[in-house]
C-alpha cells in the first residue's frame, strides 16, 4: 500500500493564482482531512470528510475549497492564493466509525505564496 | 471545545539521557490521546495513543506515555534518547462529541547533544 500520497510536494504561486493540491489514499477509509502547519500553532484543520459526496469545515476554511467524489481522492483547492496562506499542508485519513481511530498522514506539500 | 497545550517549545537534551515532554489538556471526559513524530521534512507518524484501560501506554521507538486524569496529563518519556530521535513531537486529542476530529498541540522541537 502506498498509503496517503500529496502532489506536489513544492509549490510557489503568486498572490491571486489558483491551485489544486492533490491527496489520494489506497487504504479505503471514509475519513479525510486536510491541515496546515504553521510554527508554533501545529496543526489546524482545514476541512474534512467523512465519505464520498460529504464535506465539512474545520477550524480555518476560508479561502479553501474541497470536493469528495471517491473515496479514494480528496483534493484541496487554493481559488486566489494570498501570503497567509503560505504553509505546510497535510492530508490525513482514517477509518471512519464510532470512536476516535489513529490518522494516516501523508508527506506533506511546502506552499509559498509571493 | 477540547485544547491541547505544549509548554515547552524546544528542548535540547543530550545522546543517552532521558526525555519527558509535557502535555496537558482540556477536556471535561475522557479523551482519546496520541503523540505523533514528525523528523525534517516528514509527514507525522503515530508514536502512541491512548483510548482507555492501563494508563501506561507502550509506543514505538522505545517511548511511553502516562494518561493522568487528575493532571490532565499524557506526558510522552523515554529512558534513553538517540540522535534520531531528534524531531518534532506532537500531542492531540480527540473525542467522540466533538465529531472526532483531533486538535494538536503546538509541538514540541526535540534537539540531541551528542
Known amino acids: 500500500n502506498a498509503g496517503v500520497t500529496q502532489t506536489p510536494k513544492f509549490q510557489v504561486l503568486k498572490t491571486g493564482q489558483s491551485m489544486t493540491l492533490q491527496c489520494a489514499q489506497d487504504?479505503?477509509?471514509?475519513?479525510m482531512s486536510w491541515y496546515r502547519q504553521d510554527p508554533g500553532m501545529g496543526l489546524r484543520l482545514i476541512h474534512y470528510?467523512?465519505?464520498?459526496?460529504?464535506?465539512d469545515q474545520g477550524e480555518v476554511p476560508n479561502g479553501y475549497n474541497v470536493s469528495r467524489s471517491t473515496t479514494e481522492d480528496f483534493p484541496l483547492r487554493l481559488l486566489s492564493a494570498a501570503p497567509s496562506q503560505t504553509s505546510v499542508y497535510f492530508c490525513?485519513?482514517?477509518?471512519?466509525?464510532?470512536?476516535?481511530?489513529?490518522?494516516?498522514f501523508g508527506p506533506g506539500t511546502r506552499l509559498t505564496v509571493t | 471545545a477540547q485544547s491541547v497545550t505544549q509548554p515547552d517549545i524546544h528542548i535540547t537534551v543530550s545522546e543517552g539521557a532521558s526525555l519527558e515532554l509535557r502535555c496537558n489538556y482540556s477536556?471535561?471526559?475522557?479523551?482519546?490521546l496520541f503523540w505523533y513524530v514528525q523528523s525534517p521534512g516528514q509527514g507525522l507518524q503515530l508514536l502512541l495513543k491512548?483510548?482507555?484501560?492501563?494508563?501506561l501506554v507502550q509506543g514505538i521507538k522505545g517511548f511511553e506515555a502516562e494518561f493522568k486524569r487528575s493532571q490532565s496529563s499524557f506526558n510522552l518519556r523515554k529512558p534513553s534518547v538517540h540522535w534520531s530521535d531528534a524531531a518534532e513531537y506532537f500531542c492531540?486529542?480527540?473525542?467522540?462529541?466533538?465529531?472526532?476530529?483531533?486538535?494538536f498541540g503546538a509541538g514540541t522541537i526535540l534537539r540531541v547533544k551528542s
Open positions: 491512548y483510548f482507555s484501560g492501563d494508563t
Open positions: 490525513a485519513s482514517r477509518t471512519s466509525g464510532t470512536g476516535v481511530y489513529e490518522q494516516y
Open positions: 477536556y471535561g471526559a475522557t479523551p482519546y
Open positions: 487504504m479505503n477509509h471514509e475519513y
Open positions: 492531540a486529542v480527540g473525542a467522540k462529541e466533538y465529531g472526532n476530529k483531533l486538535v
Open positions: 470528510s467523512v465519505g464520498a459526496g460529504i464535506t
